[in-house]
């Protein structure tokens, strides 16, 4: 570790990873390098149409963090970049960055696209995933960042046939540009950048699927890849988001799904799980059936289900049950042509009761699975970096986000196969772990945005600006937007109307500045989609022009009308000039309403003292901050100190103690043990928790990571008989050789007990790979022993694949049961007897059992509820700690300052528990960075002539903001405890308290507008 640390750091990859990792950085202090290989930033998911388990727009919620991450003054971006050269330590790194010429100058550039329109070459778009042509000048989607063009050198004419020849061969660009940010004599250069740490996420590719010719890819048209479907459904898609297969324009009316392409696969190398896979197949399945205009009917061919996410199972059932998404469970042989002319792929495949089949369908969709990029590899070898044997970063054990160089940390599927929220967790991780070793760096390289002063518009006449966004066709497609815009500049206070293709794009945001100033705009209106991701992002262009934030109002028209009216196309227009002119009136009505800062309490309450507790204690304090570590038990360790190893073979008893002892060792950690919490109170940057013992903390944020609890069955005659146990218990039962595993020979292993049922509707995700790896344990001791696994679906996903194929090589027998018929345990005499219907013979088996291990699920946490009401945070249907988003926000609760991590979030192995503590930790100190917390002061008022001081305002605040004044008669409002909820404003009946922003008046107004 270097001694002249440097307050700097490069990212590599500017995907979801990427630009997580870059804003909370560049929020903590740090200036950030962001080193993108392509035109723009975003990485795959502008590619996406919607995100699972919400069927959240995709670029929907990536659209704000574009702009914000291109805003930011700390984050300094190089796209058609790489990293060529590196060199130094932890702390001090010289990196240099290769920059392609672009041949159009970022600065002059107004991403008009007349270049384009005026460019004759057209060629395969690779954002479009070769469905649609683009131009030799492109910009790769309409809302990337930066939001210019590019030239593509290996297409264009005067590149390709004129520069080298000294010929003005077209040029057609530069006379088409008005600007003249067209430069042709662009060359490459190469900029050095001091670094104190790396984080890497450059990201993956797809599976070549034309490289299994049995599935027809390339040579069927009716045959296309999961992320070819994504283009297809996307509202920027080649077709707009009108489902219709690539090649003739037909809409398909029966579409198959095939899992497992390039994943799974040991013949091709690939033999590990993409994870991802199965989710988005499930996903593609429900929203095709939304996007048609006619009835579709749609399959997925699969081997095993793995929804072993948070409410992935849910998602499932509901694929199944409410929208007749069929499942049919198979091993497809080949997909020819049809013989019929009609261009449909034909599936042979078998069932598994042996027969062979064949179905034909419009489309078939290959779920291609991921694999590191060409310019992954590079990278790691560039660096020195170990890798697995499919190319993957390899990281150091139990670390969540670290490589084999000290310094440098991964995020994404950089290190493996990943959904958005693991991707984002250890963006934070990664960001979190960087902070830590630069800690006294901070704040040393940053720049801080100044805006420009307010404009006084108190007395000014009302001059509203109307904004209505098409978001594409996700709102365009049902909405008449233009008839919106028209009935908008027929409204009271509007002076500017227009219409806006995607009003979150950075040109859409540059575009309102200046018309803010040019039409002299004091009100700004925008009907788009949902207030809760998008609003902070037109808050903040008010800023930039000078308008107080809060002269603005959002008419969400996306969810509210374009989605749940997408078959009553009239209707969703109308309802959207209603919910645009209830919008004018509450702006109309707006007053500037300044922030209130105080300030910020930089101590951390970590509540719950297990592997995520003492990892995100260790990560904060190493960051600089002093941290309270809460633990009800009499020890530290939580549920890990009854494990022997980990999934990779860790010892995880010798990690817990060094855990412990670095806890109990840290100068900055500070030890409450054996004691739990009494009350809490307080918001971000001043919270005050008392413990059982009346000791009181003054802290600025929580990090909550209390555990899960081991579901304790009630079937299987568990606790009547000492052969039969969960898996933890077998477990410890092997590490203390205990005497029923010495003549034991049958072993029978229950998946799914207390998980996937009404009770408990959700995987508890470990279960199936903790089985596997305790059978491979018996196998080593005994060889000779019959080990039978009995499961609905093997979720040993990622690189567990490897553990299932090896316990097949090695005899373990699995059998699969169905959801209707479960295994049965019977006692015969001192004999227990497992009947279960083998699925392949259909026919009952019985099994003697010597030892019977029940993988039991995990439960949500004894404590959270009590939790939820002391810090106002919100549990789902079982119990576990809800999420501000469950994409982009995995870490984060809406109750600002308040964080989690582990398995009160919901069911994971260490190595997730670790990463996901470690980001819990990156996002806690993004907030104790700061010096002073600023409160939006949309907060509840008193008039103090009309309160009578009768307490009903007091009683009912769930933020507990109000209080009545007794000596004075009259209730007073708290505004840094206050959420501005409405409760109170609600339930006063003499009308004497009001909230900014919606008060009485406000909405009295909006009602008689009707």
């Not at 004018?584 to 101590?603: D, E, G, K, L, Y």
């Amino acid at each position: 570790m270097s001694q002249n640390k440097v307050g700097a750091v490069l990212i590599v990859g500017a995907g979801i990873a990427g630009i997580q990792a870059a804003l909370d950085l560049a929020e903590s202090g740090y200036l950030v390098h962001l080193v993108e290989e392509s035109s723009a930033i975003g990485g795959t998911m502008p590619m996406l149409d919607k995100t699972f388990p919400t069927n959240d727009c995709s670029m929907c919620i990536l659209s704000p963090k574009l702009v914000e991450c291109g805003r930011h003054l700390n984050v300094r971006i190089y796209t058609n970049s790489q990293v060529v050269k590196s060199e130094g330590e932890a702390g001090n790194f010289k990196v240099t960055i290769k920059q392609k010429a672009r041949f159009i100058d970022l600065d002059k550039c107004t991403g008009c696209g007349a270049c384009a329109e005026a460019c004759p070459v057209k060629v395969d778009d690779e954002f479009n995933q070769g469905l649609g042509k683009r131009k030799s000048a492109f910009k790769q989607y309409s809302q990337a960042f930066p939001n210019a063009f590019a030239i593509d050198e290996k297409t264009c004419l005067y590149q390709t046939r004129g520069r080298a020849k000294g010929k003005d061969i077209c040029m057609k660009c530069v006379k088409a540009c008005q600007a003249g940010a067209i430069n042709h004599q662009m060359e490459d250069k190469e900029i050095e950048v001091e670094v104190g740490s790396m984080i890497l996420n450059p990201g993956f590719k797809v599976f070549d699927a034309s490289k299994l010719d049995y599935y027809g890819y390339g040579k069927i048209k009716s045959v296309i890849t999961s992320l070819e479907f994504e283009r297809l459904l996307s509202a920027s898609g080649p077709f707009d988001g009108h489902l219709v297969r690539p090649f003739d324009q037909k809409e398909p009316q029966r579409i198959a799904w095939i899992q497992c392409v390039g994943s799974r696969n040991a013949k091709i190398d690939k033999n590990y799980c993409s994870g991802v896979c199965c989710m988005y197949a499930i996903k593609e399945a429900v929203i095709a059936k939304e996007h048609s205009h006619i009835p579709v009917d749609t399959t997925i061919f699969y081997m095993d289900m793995r929804t072993h996410g948070k409410d992935f199972e849910k998602y499932y059932e509901n694929a199944k049950n409410q929208h007749c998404v069929n499942f049919i469970r198979s091993r497809v042989y080949e997909v020819t042509e049809a013989v019929d002319g009609s261009g449909d792929a034909v599936i042979r495949y078998s069932t598994e009761d042996g027969q062979i089949l064949s179905e034909q369908y419009d489309l078939v969709v290959l779920s291609v699975g991921i694999e590191p990029g060409d310019s992954s590899k590079e990278l790691a070898k560039l660096l020195d970096l170990k890798v697995n044997k499919y190319g993957f970063a390899e990281l150091e054990t139990l670390s969540g986000v670290n490589t084999s160089k000290e310094g440098v940390f991964a995020a994404g599927a950089f290190s493996g196969p990943r959904d958005i929220p693991e991707t984002v967790i250890q963006a934070s991780a990664a960001a979190g772990a960087a902070s830590a070793i630069l800690a006294d760096e901070r704040g040393t390289l940053v720049s801080e945005k100044q805006y420009p002063p307010e404009l006084q518009v108190t007395g000014d006449v009302i001059r509203t600006g109307v904004f209505i966004c098409h978001c594409g066709v996700n709102i365009g497609s049902i909405v008449d937007v233009p008839a919106v815009v028209e009935y908008a500049k027929t409204l009271p206070t509007v002076v500017y109307a227009t219409e806006k293709i995607y009003a979150c794009s950075q040109d859409a945001q540059a575009s309102i500045k200046a018309l803010i100033s040019e039409q002299k705009l004091n009100r700004v209106v925008v009907s788009s989609c949902s207030p809760r991701t998008h609003e902070p992002l037109f808050q903040e262009t008010l800023k930039e022009a000078g308008l107080n934030a809060h002269l603005f109002d959002m008419a969400n028209i996306r969810d509210q009308c374009s989605w749940v009216h997408m078959n009553e196309p009239e209707q969703a227009t109308e309802k959207a000039k209603d919910l645009t002119k209830l919008a004018i009136i509450r702006a109309s009505m707006q007053q500037p309403v300044q922030p209130i800062f105080m300030a910020m309490n930089h101590t951390a309450l970590v509540i719950g003292g297990g592997v995520a507790g003492m990892t995100s204690a260790l990560s904060l304090a190493d960051q600089g901050y002093e941290v309270h570590l809460v633990e009800k038990d009499t020890s530290l360790g939580g549920v890990a100190r009854r494990f022997s190893t980990g999934f990779r073979g860790e010892d995880v008893k010798a990690f817990v103690a060094d855990l412990v002892e670095s806890v109990s060792k840290h100068p900055k950690i500070k030890l409450h043990v054996g004691v739990g919490i009494k009350e809490v109170g307080g918001f971000l940057g001043s919270f005050t928790t008392t413990l059982e013992n009346d000791e009181r903390i003054e802290h600025g944020v929580a990090i909550l990571t209390i555990g899960g609890q081991e579901y304790k069955p009630k079937e299987y005659l568990y606790g009547e008989d000492e052969r039969v146990m969960t898996q933890i218990e077998m477990d410890e039962a092997l590490v203390k050789h205990d005497p029923k595993f010495e003549n034991a020979q049958n072993y029978v292993f229950i998946q799914c007990v207390g998980s996937r049922n009404e009770e408990n509707p959700y995987c508890s995700r470990t279960c199936c790979t903790k089985s596997v790896k305790l059978a491979l344990k018996v196998k080593t001791k005994n060889p000779g022993a019959n080990v039978f696994i009995l499961y609905r679906d093997m979720r040993t996903y990622g690189y567990f694949e490897e553990d299932y194929e090896l316990a097949r090589r090695s005899g373990i027998i699995f059998v699969r049961y169905s959801e209707n018929d479960k295994p049965v345990l019977t006692k015969e005499g001192n004999t227990l007897v497992v009947t279960v219907r083998d699925h392949v013979l259909d026919r009952p088996l019985e099994i003697e059992a010597d030892i019977l291990c029940l993988a039991a699920g995990i439960k949500a946490p004894a404590d959270g509820r009590k939790l939820s009401k002391w810090f106002k945070i919100p549990l789902n249907a079982e119990g576990f700690f809800l999420e501000a988003h469950m994409k982009l926000r995995p870490v984060d609760f809406s109750t600002d300052g308040v964080f989690m991590a582990g398995l009160a979030h919901s069911p994971k192995n260490m190595e997730e528990v670790i990463a996901q503590a470690k980001a819990a930790a990156g996002r806690a100190g993004v907030a104790l960075s700061k010096e002073m917390v600023e409160s939006a002061g949309l907060n509840a008022f008193v008039d103090k002539r009309k309160c009578t001081a009768c307490g009903t305002c007091e009683a009912i605040c769930p933020a507990k903001a109000v209080t009545v004044d007794l000596a004075n008669h009259v209730a007073s409002v708290n505004d840094a405890l206050c959420k501005g909820c409405g409760a109170c404003a609600s339930s006063c009946r003499c009308g004497a308290i009001s909230l900014r922003g919606c008060t009485n008046e406000q909405i009295v107004q909006m009602l008689n507008s009707f």
